[in-house]
């Protein structure tokens, strides 16, 4: 949603009805985040068990009513539901993104949180003080804002610490799935027609991936020239 339309639904709407939409945004939010913390968890626990098989040479697999007698058998399917969970992941996060600058505008016009007077749109595409006390808990967000909080004795130390480490935390998932395909590439006339569609599907959801991803970047650049 673009900031001049954000800020017309603020003139345009009562203030009863701005703090209901607000809060709503909020409980959407926190929703999200909980979501994005249920993706994480199963990613890493399909990273677990994944190495689990190879390492420890399981026969089978049992959980409650269910066994697999071939445990290797399952793990050609890993990398597709890996994959997916990143696609939802990033889909909702950049959900949760878009709500958060709308809320970030709205404390920042309609309870005139910013510190800047002579503000301009810029500042809108990041979270504020007031703003995170109320948004769910961020590790990115808490490192970018005090990396932004004025200059330290540390200087630009921190950057060059934060700044790697988010790279690498981003870029972990894809190089692991990455890595798994490859794999799987390398043997691809061992498997049979249901395993090789598996890999099919699995490159097909990563470029749906990268599509949203540079889609998503170029609409974002144009509604912050805008």
Not at 19 to 43: A, P, R, T, V
Not at 58 to 85: C, H, M, R, V, Y
Request: include cysteine; hydrophobic fraction near 45%; charged fraction near 20%.
């Amino acid at each position: 949603m673009k900031i001049s339309t954000v800020k017309e639904i603020i003139k345009n709407n009562s203030d009863e009805k701005i703090l209901n939409y607000y809060n709503s945004l909020i409980n959407k939010c926190n929703e999200i985040s909980e979501e994005c913390n249920f993706l994480g968890i199963l990613m890493l626990l399909i990273f677990l068990i994944n190495y689990i098989i190879d390492y420890s040479k399981l026969g089978s697999i049992e959980i409650g009513i269910i066994q697999i007698k071939d445990a290797n058998s399952i793990k050609i399917f890993f990398p597709l539901i890996f994959t997916f969970l990143i696609l939802r992941y990033i889909v909702i996060s950049a959900h949760k993104s878009e709500i958060n600058q709308i809320l970030n505008i709205i404390s920042q016009d309609f309870f005139n949180s910013s510190e800047d007077e002579n503000k301009d749109n810029s500042v809108y595409f990041s979270v504020d003080d007031f703003s995170a006390t109320f948004l769910p808990f961020s590790l990115y967000q808490e490192f970018s804002n005090v990396a932004k909080k004025g200059k330290s004795k540390l200087g630009c130390f921190g950057a060059i610490i934060i700044f790697p480490l988010s790279i690498i935390l981003s870029a972990l998932p894809f190089l692991l799935d990455f890595y798994w395909i490859y794999k799987l590439i390398l043997n691809w006339s061992e498997y049979n027609v249901i395993q090789k569609l598996s890999i099919f599907f699995t490159i097909w959801i990563l470029f749906v991936i990268f599509y949203y991803i540079i889609h998503k970047a170029i609409i974002q650049g144009k509604e912050r020239i805008e």
